[in-house]
């Protein structure tokens, strides 16, 4: 039975607080808080962890992100464009969902993934967004139907980090609402699927 208020777990940012691609995390956990998740958001210093090597021992931080991996039932990834594709720091977060490998819920199978990327042109956002999207595909997880892309050249927050263009909220806001509504779907899917007899026989 899912969560009355789901887990849904943001992955973002840079290490220079209160970046674009933050804000713009922030502002879809926001979105999906308000339709009754639970959110979590990890950015900056909680990514910070030592470069991924199967088996290593875990750091604090490390362990920290693969127990809300483990707990959640959604998850929003938020990357800025470098050199035409995600960050090191952020491709290195999710390198660890390898230690999921073995569990019930291998890797993030099933589990609906909002993408967002942040560039300052709209080739390099292009190209960030198709890569969070196979890395999503690749760790069995299902992108969501609108991922958001950030043209960072003009100012899309303001001082606050509030989100001063009204399309740019509404993507934003889109890729949390898609989010919490896929993991819901999911739950009523489970509850309504029909048992099937060991001995039942299909029409041709």
Known sequence: MIHDKPLIVG??????????????????????????ARTILLSG??????????????????????????????I????????????????????????LRADA???????????IACAGGWQAVGQTLAALRTIAHSLRGWPTPLGA??????????????CTDMATQRQLETVGHQVIDFVRVQGLGRQRAPSIPADATVEP
Do not use: W
């Not at 470069?51 to 707990?71: C, F, I, T, V």
């Not at 090191?88 to 390198?95: F, H, M, T, V």
């Not at 892309?149 to 303001?158: C, I, V, Y």
């Open 11 to 36: 992955i973002g940012g840079t290490l220079r607080r209160g970046s674009s691609s933050e804000r713009a995390l922030a502002v879809s956990l926001k979105a999906a808080e308000d339709k009754g």
């Open 149 to 162: 892309m950030l043209n960072t050249s003009t100012a899309l927050f303001d001082a606050e980090g509030n």
């Open 105 to 115: 819920r291998a890797y993030l199978d099933g589990i609906p993934v909002g993408c």
């Open 76 to 99: 929003i990834i938020s990357s800025p464009a470098y050199h035409g594709s995600i960050s090191g720091l952020i491709k290195n977060a999710l390198d660890y969902a390898e230690e």
């Open 45 to 74: 210093a909680e990514l910070l962890l030592p470069m991924y090597m199967p088996g290593q021992q875990q750091s604090d931080q490390a362990s920290r992100l693969l127990a809300a991996l483990r707990e959640c039932h959604g």
